[in-house]
C-alpha cells in the first residue's frame, strides 16, 4: 500500500537520519533504565520480613508501605508526561533518575515508619512518568513499524531488573541488611544519571530541531492526518481504554508479585530467602521471554498484513488472561514444580502485555500528543500499586490465619485479572477506532 495523500517524509530533514548504531545505543541506556526501575520496585519485597521486624509492622501497616510508593505514581505519570509534549525527553529522564538515587538517601539516614513512608513515595514521584517518557523518547527514534523489537526492549529491562536484582539483592540483604540493597540501587542510578547526562540525545521522529514534539510522523500506522491533534482522540478511543484497563489487571499481578510473593513463599512453603529469590528470578525470566518471543512475532503478523487487533489487541489480552487465571489457583497447588510454573505465569505473562498496548496506544495517538497520551495511559495502569499491596495485608489480617488471607487475596486478584483480560481482548481495535487512516505495510509472506 501507498502512503496517506499529504503525508509528510518520515523526518523533516532526511539527512538527520543518525545512523542506527546511535538509535540502539539510546535503546540499550533505556533497556538499563528499565533494569534499575524494576529493581527499586522489588527490594521492598525481598526486604520485607528484615524491615517489618525492625520497625515492628503488620502486614495492613506493610500492605500501606507499599502501596505509598504509588500515592504520587500515577499522578506525577500523567504531569509529566505533559511535560514531555513540550521538553526534551533526554532532560525529562535525567531529572526522574536523579530523583530516584536521593529519594533514598533520607531512609537510609534515619530509618522509621515516618522515613520509609516518605522515601517510598518520593520515589514513586520519580518513577511514575518513567515508562510513558522512555517509550516516548524510544519513539523518537525509531518509525512506527520498527517500534516492536525497542517496545519489547523496555519491557524485557523490566523483566532482567528484576531477573537479576531478586538474588544480588537478596544476598545484600542476608550478609549486610536490608539498608545494603537500598545503597546498592541509589548508587546505581546515580552512575546511570551520570553516563545518560554524557551520552543521551534527542532522536529525529516526529521532534523539533530543540528537541520539542511536532505534530507529523511517518504514515505507517494508524495516525489521524486531516483533523487537528486533540485528547479526544484517543480519551474517546476503545483501543485507549482497552490497554489502559487490560494493563490494570497486568500490573495487579505486578504489584501484588513485588509486595508480597517473596514473603507468602517463605511463610507458607517454607521456602528459604534463596528458594524465594529464585522462584522470583524465575518468573522475571519470563518477563523476559514472553515480550523478546511475542512482540516480534505480532510484529510479524503485521507486516503480513493481519489486524492491528489481531495481531496486538487480542494477544495483549489473551496475556492478561492467562496471567489472572495461573494467579487464581496458585493458592490450591501443593506440589512444588506446580507452584513455579504458576509462579512463572500469574506474575511474567501480563507484563508482556505493555509493550504491546504502547504499540497499539501509538497507532490511534497523534505525535504531539504522544508523551501524555502514553502517561495517562501508565498512570491508569499502574493504578494496582496503589491499590494491591494495600488489600492484600487488610485481607491477610482480617482473615481466619495467614494462609485463609493469601488464598482470598490471590483468588481476589486473579478474578479481578480475568476481566480485565477479557475487557483487552473484546475492546483494543486501532483499525476500528480511526476509520480510514490505517495504512499497513504491503502484505509480506511469514518466514517459515
Known amino acids: 500500500m501507498t502512503r496517506q495523500q499529504g503525508a509528510l517524509p518520515d523526518v523533516a530533514d532526511p539527512a538527520a537520519v543518525p545512523p542506527p548504531r546511535r538509535a540502539w545505543l539510546m535503546a540499550f541506556m533505556i533497556f538499563a533504565l528499565a533494569m534499575i526501575n524494576f529493581g527499586d520496585k522489588t527490594v521492598l519485597g525481598l526486604a520485607a520480613d528484615p524491615i517489618r ?173 486531516s483533523e487537528p491533534s486533540s485528547y479526544r482522540r484517543f480519551l474517546g478511543s476503545r483501543t485507549w481504554w482497552g490497554g489502559a484497563i487490560g494493563g490494570f489487571g497486568a500490573y495487579w499481578t505486578v504489584a501484588l508479585g513485588s509486595a508480597f510473593l517473596p514473603s507468602y513463599l517463605k511463610d507458607q512453603y517454607d521456602y528459604t530467602s534463596a528458594q524465594a529469590a529464585q522462584a522470583v528470578a524465575l518468573y522475571a525470566a519470563f518477563t523476559v521471554i514472553v515480550p523478546l518471543t511475542v512482540s516480534p512475532w505480532t510484529a510479524r503478523l503485521f507486516r503480513a498484513g493481519v489486524s492491528s487487533r489481531r495481531s496486538r489487541g487480542i494477544t495483549q489480552g489473551a496475556l492478561v488472561l492467562a496471567a489472572g487465571t495461573a494467579l487464581a489457583f496458585l493458592p490450591f497447588v501443593d506440589a512444588k514444580a506446580g507452584q513455579l510454573a504458576l509462579v512463572a505465569v500469574a506474575f511474567g505473562f501480563g507484563v508482556g502485555a505493555f509493550g504491546l498496548s504502547y504499540e497499539t496506544t501509538s497507532e490511534v495517538t497523534p505525535v504531539d500528543r504522544r508523551g501524555a497520551s502514553l502517561g495517562l495511559l501508565v498512570a491508569i495502569q499502574t493504578l494496582p500499586g496503589l491499590i494491591a499491596p494495600a488489600v492484600t495485608g487488610v485481607l491477610i489480617d482480617a482473615a481466619s490465619d495467614d494462609t485463609a488471607g493469601y488464598t482470598i487475596a490471590f483468588v481476589f486478584g486473579g478474578i479481578l485479572t480475568v476481566v480485565c483480560g477479557l475487557v483487552a481482548v473484546l475492546t483494543v481495535n486501532p483499525e476500528g477506532d480511526a476509520p480510514g487512516t490505517v495504512v499497513l505495510p504491503d502484505a509480506q509472506p511469514l518466514p517459515a
Not at 531529572?95 to 522509621?112: F, M, N, R
Not at 523518537?140 to 520498527?146: E, G, N, S, Y
Open 53 to 225: 521486624d525492625e520497625l515492628g509492622l503488620s502486614q495492613s501497616m506493610y500492605g500501606l508501605v507499599a502501596s505509598s510508593f504509588f500515592v504520587l505514581f500515577s499522578i506525577s505519570a500523567v504531569v509529566v508526561g505533559f511535560i514531555a509534549n513540550r521538553v526534551a525527553t533526554r532532560w525529562v529522564l535525567l531529572a526522574l533518575a536523579i530523583v530516584w538515587s536521593l529519594a533514598q538517601l533520607p531512609l537510609l539516614l534515619a530509618a522509621s515508619v515516618g522515613t520509609l513512608f516518605a522515601s517510598r513515595v518520593v520515589l514513586g514521584a520519580g518513577e511514575g512518568p518513567t515508562a510513558g517518557v522512555a517509550v516516548h523518547a524510544l519513539y523518537k527514534w525509531f518509525p512506527p513499524k520498527r517500534r516492536a523489537l525497542p517496545s519489547a526492549l523496555y519491557i524485557i529491562g523490566s523483566g532482567m531488573g528484576v531477573f537479576i536484582a531478586a538474588p544480588v539483592l537478596t544476598h545484600l540483604i542476608d550478609d549486610n541488611g536490608w539498608r545494603a540493597a537500598f545503597w546498592a540501587l541509589a548508587a546505581t542510578g546515580a552512575v546511570w544519571a551520570v553516563l545518560w547526562f554524557l551520552i543521551g540525545r534527542e532522536g529525529p521522529f516526529g521532534v523539533t530541531s530543540d528537541g520539542k514534539t511536532q505534530a507529523p510522523e511517518p504514515a505507517e500506522a494508524v495516525e489521524p492526518s
